[in-house]
């Protein structure tokens, strides 16, 4: 699978992240639940950057589709997160962001085992995240790799409540709409060009329309149909 060298170099940074965590004052005190959440790349060609993950209440909401934010406006920081993990796949911005949200228990970051700290087709990895009080959903998002500013997501799933109860999830894929969708081999993957600032891409976010051969990108190799991702999510104690 063709990653380029930027994509590489970016990506390794991220095992620096490490795991984010921050527990509101709110909801301090209650015992903690814990959750497996394991995820499934399903597609044939798109690898996808290591996922950030959140347990949360009703008042978080990771994003909404339509316009993006401005800058200067009420979640321009959170989507400048959101669109910097789908454009280069980097989550040191995301993850800090969610973390600090209003509703938000606990985030983290699910690295693979491998470098670079991707999740190729077919592969799958799970991590351990808590959740307390009315924090009974769960946001997760990260890149597809092979896109200009796509991404995978699933926005306030509800967690399973008994132990050892399992829920079953399939995201899709989403468009950014932070960059022009050019599949060119210099404009995919974790290159480093300015987020956002380019001022090409539609300004809205939608559902991905997915590879269409435009530039380099095969779409018979490239090109999905949703879902993309399978998460898993048990409660374990």
């Known amino acids: 699978m063709k ?6 170099m970016l990506l390794a940074a991220v095992f620096a992240a490490g795991t984010v965590g921050l527990a509101p004052a709110a909801m301090a005190g209650n015992q903690d639940r814990m959750y497996r959440v394991t995820v499934q790349n399903a597609t044939l060609g798109q690898p996808l950057s290591p996922p950030v993950i959140a347990t949360h209440t009703k008042a978080f909401q990771l994003f909404e589709l339509g ?7 009420a979640g321009y920081e959170l989507y400048f997160g959101l669109a910097t993990v789908a454009e280069t796949g980097d989550p040191s911005i995301l993850a800090p962001e969610v973390s600090a949200s209003d509703g938000v228990w ?24 808590s959740a307390s009080g009315n924090a009974k959903y769960l946001s997760i998002a990260s890149m597809l790799g092979m896109t200009n500013d796509g991404f995978w997501a699933l926005r ?3 967690l399973p409540r008994g132990i050892g109860d399992t829920a079953h999830y399939f995201a899709n894929g989403y468009d950014a709409g932070s960059e022009a969708n050019a599949e060119s081999d210099g404009t995919v993957g974790g290159h480093d060009d300015d ?7 539609e300004g809205f976010i939608s559902v991905h329309a997915g590879i269409h051969g435009v530039g380099d990108l095969d ?3 490239r090109d999905w149909r949703d879902p993309v991702v399978e998460v898993t999510i048990e409660r374990v104690e």
Do not use: C, R
């Not at 990653?3 to 590489?8: G, P, Q, R, Y």
């Not at 316009?67 to 406006?73: R, S, W």
């Open 3 to 8: 990653i380029s060298l930027s994509k590489v």
């Open 67 to 73: 316009p993006v934010p401005m800058m200067g406006d």
């Open 106 to 129: 606990e985030t983290k970051v699910l690295k693979s085992n491998h470098m670079p700290p991707i999740f190729l087709p077919g592969e799958s990895g799970s991590i351990m995240i």
């Open 156 to 158: 306030g799933v509800a």
């Open 195 to 201: 987020v956002i600032n380019g001022g090409d891409g």
């Open 219 to 221: 779409p018979a190799v």
